[in-house]
């Protein structure tokens, strides 16, 4: 319970509240709003087929996990050679250069 809240009465049945009816009163459907100026033309669409009587086709057959793995390690590894290649062609040029 939080501070400061008093605990709640249970309510009975006698004590609930009783809304008011009224004796006669009228029953008017609600106003029917107006078509809207594209509507007003346009014949209707027509009906959908159910779901269940499309042709559905079936999923992508997706990579396995397993490959999915292979691919990202042969790309990082890939990445890392470029790196040292780059760092070994810029070793070899500074050696080359003091001689």
């Known amino acids: 319970m939080g501070k400061g809240k008093k605990p709640r009465k249970p309510r009975s ?6 809304r008011p009816t009224q004796a006669k ?5 609600p106003a029917r709003r107006p078509p809207t100026a594209v509507g007003t033309d ?3 669409p027509p009906p959908r087929e159910p779901l269940g009587l499309r042709q559905r086709r079936p999923p992508a057959p997706s990579r396995p996990v397993l490959f999915e793995l292979i691919q990202t390690i042969r790309a990082a590894v890939g990445a890392m050679l470029d790196i040292a290649d780059a760092a070994a062609e810029a070793i070899t040029k500074r050696i080359e250069g003091r001689a």
Do not use: D
Request: glycine share 8%; hydrophobic share 30%; charged share 35%.
């Open 25 to 29: 009163g009228e029953l008017v459907p």
């Open 13 to 18: 049945s006698e004590e609930e509240l009783e």
């Open 42 to 44: 346009a014949p209707p």
